[in-house]
């Protein structure tokens, strides 16, 4: 994904970062779904919206 945004990284630094990201992904894994709004920040507005209907 860095290399897709133009900034490379050595394999090294990769998989330091994979390794430290990884277990938030995990945690997230069995909520989601189940929430009363999407991950994806950008449509908590429009969850909001709907939920004050």
């Not at 992904?25 to 449509?43: I, N, R």
Request: proline residues 9%; glycine residues 8%.
């Amino acid at each position: 994904m860095a290399e897709i945004a133009g900034l490379p990284v050595d394999d090294d630094v990769a998989k330091r970062i994979a390794n430290s990201i990884g277990p938030a992904f995990e945690g997230v894994t069995p909520v989601a779904g189940k929430l009363p709004f999407d991950l994806e920040p950008s449509t908590y507005v429009v969850a909001q919206n709907e939920a004050a209907r």
